[in-house]
């Protein structure tokens, strides 16, 4: 009989949940396309001084969240 190697998940909170898609798509803009609107929309992320770009990822994850989706991380 062969063994099955069963992994272990932890739930990613909220906060890190958001965090991690801002870092993402941030960076992606900057790295990850050579889209020629992307230098803009990074700048306006970059030079935002209030929390619309915070707010909108939260908005985001609620969203996910309110379909049932979940944010795991394996555990180590």
């Given at each position: 009989?062969?063994?099955?190697?069963?992994?272990?998940?932890?739930?990613?909170?909220?906060?890190?949940?958001?965090?991690?898609?801002?870092?993402?798509?941030?960076?992606?803009?900057?790295?990850?396309?050579e889209?020629?609107?992307?230098?803009?929309?990074?700048?306006?992320?970059?030079?935002?001084?209030?929390?619309?770009?915070?707010?909108?990822?939260?908005?985001?994850?609620?969203?996910?969240?309110?379909?049932?989706?979940?944010?795991?991380?394996?555990?180590?």
């Amino acid at each position: 009989m062969s063994e099955r190697k069963v992994n272990a998940y932890i739930t990613v909170e909220d906060d890190e949940f958001a965090s991690l898609l801002m870092e993402g798509v941030h960076t992606g803009l900057r790295k990850g396309t050579e889209a020629p609107s992307s230098s803009s929309l990074w700048k306006a992320i970059a030079l935002s001084s209030d929390e619309a770009w915070g707010d909108a990822c939260r908005y985001a994850v609620d969203g996910l969240k309110s379909m049932g989706y979940k944010l795991v991380k394996e555990a180590s």
